[in-house]
Structure formats: C-alpha cells, structure tokens
C-alpha cells in the first residue's frame, strides 16, 4: 500500500536532517548544521514523484541542494553578517536540473534546433554524433550471457579497432547500427572485455552489475564505506587560516571573490564549477581548442565561466597553468584520475604552490570510481557508473520484476548530483581554510553518489506502478541509450508534468556563444535566499574566449 502521506518534499527534509547532516563522514561544521532550520522546502512543487525512476532521483537532488544551499548560507551569515536569512529550495528545479542542458535556449531557439546544433557541433571533432559511432555507448550482450557497457568517450575509435570494426560506417537507421554492434559484441566474454578495454584500450566501459553483484566485488567491498566525498586537511605552519575576501557586494553571494581553476569536462566535473559560479566564485575553465568537447553540454555548462585555451602538453601551456593556479583558491580536477599528475599537476604539486605562497589551496578531483580499489585508475562515465553499481538493473525491474537485460537511465543523474556534491565538498574546505588553515583535498566519484542514492531505497511498489502507467513510452530496451531515451522525456514532460517547466523556473543571461546581442535561457537556481541573490556574472562562453589570466590581470 501506498503511504499517503510520503511527498518529495518530506523525504528530502528527511534525506537532509536524517542522513547528511547526520553523517560525520561529512565533516559538516556546526554552524551549517545549526543554518539548516532555516532550509525549507517550497511546498507550491510538485509533491509526488513525477520522473520515471524507481530511485529517488528528485528526492536526492532536492536535498544536497538544500545541503549546498545550507552551507552557502552559513558562509554568508559569517561574511555578511545575515545571521537570520531563510532559503527555500523548490523540488521541481532541483529534478530539472538533472537535464538542464536539454531546457537550454539559446537565441530564443531550442537546444535541439538544427542551426543551434550546427553551432556546437564543432566540438564533435570526432564524429562521435554519427549512428555508428555514438551507438558504441550502449548495452550489448556477451558471449557468455552477461551484459556489458561499452563507452566510446568523446572517440569511440579504440573501441571499434578492439571489436574488429570499422571506425566509421554509414548506415541509415540506428538499429542498423545498433545490430552490427550486437553481432560484435557478442563474440567475446564479459570480463574479457572488461579487461581489455580498461587496461589495453584505456577505454571506459564496465559490466552491467547488480547492487549485490556491485557490493560483492573486490571494489564494492573496498568503498563500501566511503561518503559522499572524502575531506582530507593538509595542516602546516606555513599555512595560516585565510579569511574569506573582502569585497564590496550586492548579490551578497558566498563564495564572491573566491578564484577556481576549471580543469574539468564532459557533465560532473563542469557542473561542479557551474555551481561555485552561481554561488559567486570566480571561475576560469581551462580548455584545448584542439581536442573535442561535449558541446551540447558546454554551451550550458559554460554559464559564469572564463574559458581558456591552453595546450598543457606544451611548456607554455604548463606555465600559463601555473600563473593561474598560484592565483587560485581552488583547482577542479576532473581528468582521468592520474593524467594531470603526469602533467605535472596532481595534488602534490598543486598544494605546495600553497606553501611557497603562505596561503593554502582546495584540491577537488572527480573521478568514477572512487579513491580506492582495484578499479580506482579506470577513466569512467555516468553510464559506466549507472551500469557497475547496479543503477540499470534496478531500472529494469522497475518495468520487469524478472528483467533479463538492463536498461540505462533516462537521465544523466549521477553526474549532475555529483556536480552538487563537489561544489558541497568544496564549500566546506574553503570554510575549513578560512577558520584553520592549511591545504585540502576533496574527493568526489560517480560511484559514490550512486552507493548513496541505493542506500536512499527504492520508490514503493505503488509509485513506480503509477511512474510506469504515466510513461509508458518510457518503457526501454538494453541498446537504448540516453540519447533514445531523452528524446522521450523531451516530448513526455510538456503533456505529464508541464509544472516544472514554468517560466518562472528559468533565468535569462546575455550569451556569449559567437552571435552578438544574443540571450540565453536557461534553468535558474533551486534555492532562493532572502537575502542573497544566485546568479552568474557572464554567460555561456566558447571555448578560448579569454586569455588565461584572472580579470582583475586584464
């Protein structure tokens, strides 16, 4: 039976008091804790589960918000002397949030609209875009019965040359593809590809696990009892506390004036320096003109950020980096874990500029993973995670109790609520600086967040009975990816939740996209203070817009 009373709005409250702030992994301050019986939740929202997941997607989101929100108002309180100012965090926002990229508008056109996609097509150097190469990302059946989830990155070729196939064919119908990729696929045995493409391709792809099957492995069993990130403190004489900037405000936002290297991309890693840009940070994304992007994404990912071409293969590129980080207060590290150590730029060397300099840096890094474990050097996707830790077995017994395939989310979930849960990780760090000193490192993973949403529960059986009546479209197959699958929840959204997409939901900026005078219009904040105004200074950029130097060097 169906607990009447359940919203999403209770559960996120519970979700907040109950289990984050309760969580000493977390090392969440007093002071934030104390902040958060001033979070409340907007109850004009939606107040039944409307996505059709059978985790709690919406519930989630909505409380590490109201968690990151919660934070930015206890530094607000200390910086602006606002002791008593209230937020509200609007559940509807917090599920859109999970897709934002797809609201986007840019010149008062859709992000779907073909002279838009022309526009940011130009990153697709790769032709990822093409049936047979973007249908490498997907679910294929192995040889010996299991399920495995091939990723082409943002170059599907390693994987075609380790199945045998051709690197490009033209094919007419996305089944066509989709068909040549089975009959390959199914050649070979799950852990042989597995193996082979981790470690000889250096491609991310994973088996498509359980839960159990997830927390039975070497790995699960290894991060079992990580947090939702890992707070570590570099203390040290030569590392006083910093105070947070003295500036002159009117947004009274909480980290104005902090400074963040963006070495970020693809969606987790860019969303989390999207947010300290809403929250006030000053941000530099760091890019390679020469190397292919997620464009679709970066057009909205891009929102408050400086981007800045630099080649850090090159000693120029290595020393304008440098300029920049020994300017920093934060370095976002979302490579594969160990590439910019090999550049000369892990945490090492990152936090001894903060000792030559007498003033300590936030080392944030990303990763799939985790910190940890036997598969802690594997480069690693959303779809990857969705797929090892069991994510897509549970949605496929949300439409079929005996499923025999996965199927993948409709939605890229764990990547945009890990954005939120390494801008949290971050804002703690910078508090922690600001009172005690030293450097920090903070450690955030897809797997993590994924571990975190299992442990939430599942919808009840009533739930997702009424999710699946209200979309039965959404009803998928192993081989449909997100790309299938979005195309739904664009056309389904309007007609079985239009609420969410109220106008009043969405912010509208000058872009900076190549067309003069344009606007976009995106998704806004999901928390509203009294006081405090969420925001961005810039729009959307392209990618080498600004040279690589802090504005106030220009």
Known sequence: MADENYTIQKEASRILHSILLADSRLQIPESVKAAAARTSFDPSALSAPFLPAPVKCTE???????LLATFGNAIAAERYNLPDQKVVINSDVASIFLFSFLLLQVGGKPISDLEVRKRYSIYDTTSQFTHWRRLVTNVYPTRDGRWFHLHGGLDSTPCLKMLGLPTHRDVAEEMDAIEGLTEAVRQFDADWLDI?????????GGICLTPEEYRD???????A?????????????????????????????????IKVVDLTRAIAGPTIAKLAALFGATVVRVSNTNLPDLGIVLFESNLGKRDAHLDLKSSEGKLALRRLIEDADVVLDGYRPGALEKLGFGPTYVHEIGKRRGKGI???????????????????????????TGIAWLFARMWDADAVEPVMPFLPNSDFQTGIVGCIGIMNALDKRAKKGGNYLVSMSLNYLNSFLISLGTQGPEVQKSLREMWPDMKSRHYDDLHRQMRVLS????????????????????ANLGVPDEEMVFVGPAATYETTKLGYDTGSCLRGTYEPKWPNEE
Not at 196 to 204: I, K, L, P, T, V
């Open 491 to 510: 056309a389904g959204l309007p007609k079985l939740a239009p609420q969410v997409l109220d106008p009043k939901y969405f912010t509208t900026i000058k």
């Open 196 to 204: 082979e493409a981790n470690e000889f391709w250096r491609q991310a």
């Open 217 to 223: 492995s070497e790995h699960g069993k290894v991060v």
């Open 225 to 257: 009892d990580e947090p939702l990130y890992l707070l570590e403190e570099f203390t040290s004489e030569k590392l006083p506390p910093v105070p947070w900037p003295n500036i002159e405000t009117k947004t009274y936002r909480p980290l104005e004036g």
């Open 60 to 66: 989630s989101s909505t409380a590490l918000w109201a």
């Open 362 to 388: 936030v080392y944030a890094r990303e990763n799939c993973y985790g910190w940890k474990g036997p598969w802690k050097h594997r480069s690693g996707w959303q779809q990857i995670s969705d797929a090892v």
